[in-house]
C-alpha cells in the first residue's frame, strides 16, 4: 500500500483514483470544487483542506489538472507543493496534458529541492481511466520511473518510459496531433465522397482495406454506420471532445514553433478545429468534423492555387 495524495478529481482524476482506492493504496483527494472531493469520498477515499495537507502525508503525488498554468501554481512559487513540503520528499508524477516547457520547469524545480518527478499524460479519455486501461507515457528518470510503475499500472495497462522530462508531454502531443491531421484526412474523403456520389459504405469497404486504412477510419469512423461504437452513431457525443483536441493541436504548435519544427498540416488542424469549436461544437466529439466540413464552402478553407 502506498500513501498517495491525488490533486485534481475531474473527468479523468475521479475514476483515476478510484482505481488506486480498489487496488488497495490510501490515496487522500484534493480539488477545490467540494463535490468533486465528495465523490472520491464515495469511493471510499479521504479528502484533505488542501492540496499541501494531502502531499505533506504522501509518499506518491499526483496531479491531474486542466492547464499547464495550474501545474505550475500547484507546484511552484511561495504557495506552491515545493515550498509548502519543506524536508518531506516524494516522488511527484503530473499527469495532465500540458506544453513540454513547463512540464520541464517543474521538473527542474521539483529535482532542485530533492524530490523525483515524471510528466505522465495519458490517453484513453474517461473511459480508460474509469477500466483502468489508459495508456501512460512518462518522460523521466529510470529510477523514478520504476519506482512509479506499480501505482501506474493500477490505473494503466500501457506504461511506456518514453525518456527524461518532457518525453511524456512530447509523446501525447505527437500522437495526437497524428490523430487531429487523420480525423480530418478521413472526414474529407467521405465529404468529398458524398459530392462525387460515392456511398459512404462503399469507400469504407475500400479504403478500411486499403492504404487509406487508419485507427480514425476502422475504430473511429465520422460517418455513421460504418463502425456501430463510433460517437458519430450517437449524435457525436463525446468521446474525446473537440475542444480537448484544439488544446491538444495547440500544445503541438506550441512546441513546433518553439523548436522550429516544420508542422504545416498540425498547424492548419489546430486552425480548422478552432473554425469549429467557434460554431458551437467544442463539447461534441472530435470526429464532429465530418458534420462541420460538409456544412462548409469550399472557398475560405483551401488556398486558391490548390
Ligand atoms: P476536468 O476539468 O474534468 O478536471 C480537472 C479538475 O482539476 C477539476 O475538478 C478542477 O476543479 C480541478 N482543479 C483545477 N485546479 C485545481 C487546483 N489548483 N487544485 C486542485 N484541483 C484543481 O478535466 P479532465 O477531463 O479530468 O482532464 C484533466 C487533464 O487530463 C487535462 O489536462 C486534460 O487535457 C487531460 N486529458 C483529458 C482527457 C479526457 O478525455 N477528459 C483525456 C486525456 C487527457
Known sequence: MTKIAFIGLGKMGQPMAANLLKA???????????????KHRAAGGRTAETAATAAKEAEVIISMLPAGDDVRALYLGPQGLIAALGEHRALFID?????????????????????????????????????GTLTFMVGG??????????????MGSTIVHTGGAGTGQAAKIC?????????????????????????????????????????????????????????SNRDY?????????????????????QSDAPTPLGAHAAMLYQRLAESGLAEKDFSVAFRWLSGQSRSGLVPEQA
Open 24 to 38: 488497495g493504496h490510501d490515496v487522500i483527494g484534493y480539488d477545490i470544487i467540494s463535490e468533486a472531493m465528495a
Open 95 to 131: 499527469s495532465s496534458t500540458i506544453d513540454v516547457e513547463t512540464a520541464r520547469t517543474v521538473a527542474a524545480a521539483a529535482e532542485k529541492a530533492g524530490h523525483e518527478m515524471l510528466d505522465a499524460p495519458v490517453s484513453g479519455g474517461v473511459g480508460g481511466a474509469t477500466a
Open 141 to 154: 528518470s529510470e529510477a523514478a520511473f520504476e519506482r512509479a510503475k506499480p501505482v501506474l499500472a493500477a
Open 175 to 231: 500522437n495526437n496531433m497524428i490523430l487531429g491531421v487523420s480525423m480530418l484526412a478521413v472526414c474529407e474523403a467521405f465529404v468529398l465522397a458524398d459530392k462525387l456520389g460515392l456511398a459512404r459504405e462503399k469507400l469504407f469497404a475500400v479504403a478500411s482495406k486499403s492504404s487509406g486504412q487508419c485507427w480514425s477510419l476502422t475504430s473511429y469512423c465520422p460517418v455513421p454506420g460504418p463502425v456501430p461504437s463510433a460517437p
Open 237 to 257: 457525443e463525446a468521446g474525446f471532445t473537440a475542444a480537448l483536441m484544439l488544446k491538444d493541436l495547440r500544445l503541438s504548435q506550441l512546441a513546433a514553433a
